[in-house]
């Protein structure tokens, strides 16, 4: 093989090639910008507005009510990566940051969504090539019989390469009270490769905060290499509304006034009621009240119809919802 | 005497950068990559061993090098080629095939004359390295 490679040196016209020529040039790549005097001026600023992380920004601001926190950890990380950036390009050492994070919450507070976000703002910072998101549960990284677990594992890793791995409920991957449970193969070979391939892909581990912290408790391993534990708050009951107005708003629906009204009631006792899982339990709501609303429609016989009604949620379609209806027959019950 | 068959087999051994580079244009395509070797260098023979199984759904021509890597660590003097299948109705077809690895010595192959009625000769080729070795045995592994 190598004798062919000189051939085909030699055999540019020209003659006396050398093999060796390409050398320093290589060399020059990889240590980037040797001499460079401490008081250059760097554009901070500039590098910002080339990634056009702001606009990836400004749409989390906009699609996601507050989880205040949250913004801000993103903010932050994301200025950390860009002076990661510019630092590297006057030559200054920047290593490759451990981006690996875990998102705790209760369900419904927005961790697949913020997830997808942060891998497009991973992408435009340049810290993953392609910038995709892939989901997964246990399922598709455990097998079902020894030694289907690390293909297995090994499979849906390549996919997510060059992305954003989300293991949704990740605590799953680890079952203490059995001891033979595959799940701690498909650990082994996720902290392989999160340790090993940190500039190929970004690990996201989501949960319930309660179960992961006992799962990062038994795999001491998986918690020192994650170094981004941010917990998504619940959402208080004008967020919930603000929510539910945002997507109404994306299937052209709106609320009467006292719809509104209603639906806020509906929110707060619904908020005490048990499995209440946040924005998740606000859109299933909006779903019911969709279905009330048009068989109203329907019911009432189509006449006189406007499209204006076929976009009005009216207070009546969250009255018949059972939050409202057994709330009345415990109060009969008891008076 | 060089093998040379699929893309790019006029072209000076690819080097794994350019390897990578030629996946990521496959996976950008929307193809699906896999591996296959073998130790029978006949042109006829189409069918190679596959190396796991095609792999879909893929972004980043990162996860095809390791399994790029994994053949040759495993067949170090097999020839090993890429392949990118296009799945779109009306191709359904290999768009690109390429070699990636070949043994280090390459015997070349051997004209077989065959006399048969009358004078006539049938002429057929037969590899030097294949001739008498089981597979597995060809390129002194």
Known sequence: ?335 | MKVTQGTFSFLPELTDEQIKAQIEYALDQGWAVNVEYTDDPHPRNTYWEMWGLPMFDLRDPVGVMEEVQACRDAHPNHYIRVGAFDSTRGWETLRLSFIVNRPEREPGFRLVRQEVDGRQIRYTIESYAVTGNPEGERYGD
């Open chain 1, 1 to 335: 093989m190598e004798t062919e490679r000189t051939y085909s040196f030699g055999g540019r016209p020209g003659g006396d090639a050398r093999p060796e020529e390409p050398a320093p040039e290589e060399q020059a790549q990889t240590d980037p910008v040797p001499h460079v005097p401490d008081d250059t001026p760097v554009d901070i600023e500039e590098a910002f507005r080339d990634s056009n992380v702001q606009e990836v920004l400004d749409k989390l601001d906009r699609e996601l009510v507050g989880l205040k926190p949250i913004k801000t950890r993103i903010k932050e990380t994301a200025a950390l990566l860009l002076v990661d950036r510019v630092r590297a390009g006057v030559g200054l050492p920047a290593a490759v940051p451990s981006l690996h994070m875990s998102f705790t919450g209760n369900p419904g507070t927005g961790k697949t969504t913020v997830a997808m976000r942060m891998a497009e703002i991973l992408h435009r910072l340049e810290y993953v090539r392609k910038g995709h998101l892939v989901t997964v549960t246990r399922d598709q990284l455990v097998g079902q019989y020894i030694g289907h677990t690390a293909p297995k594992t090994k499979e849906i890793l390549k996919k997510a390469m060059g992305g954003v791995l989300f293991i949704d409920e990740a605590y799953y991957l680890h079952r203490p009270e059995n001891e033979r449970d595959y799940g701690s193969e498909a650990i082994e070979t996720l902290l392989q490769v999160m340790e090993n391939q940190r500039d190929d892909l970004v690990v996201i581990l989501a949960g319930y905060k309660d179960r992961m912290d006992q799962f990062f408790q038994n795999n001491p391993g998986m918690h020192s290499r994650i170094a981004h534990h941010m917990d998504f708050p619940d959402y208080s009951a004008e967020e919930l509304l603000d929510i539910s107005k945002l997507m109404m708003e994306e299937q052209q629906y709106r609320f009467s006034p006292e719809a509104e009204e209603t639906f806020k009631e509906y929110i707060e006792l619904r908020m005490q009621r048990p499995n209440f899982s946040n924005a998740r339990s606000v859109r299933n709501a909006l779903e019911r009240a969709r279905l009330r609303q048009a068989n109203r429609l329907f019911a009432g016989g189509g006449k006189g119809l406007t499209k204006r009604d076929l976009m009005t949620i009216e207070a009546e379609d969250f009255r018949a919802s059972r939050v409202f209806t057994e709330l009345e027959g415990n109060s009969a019950d008891g008076g």
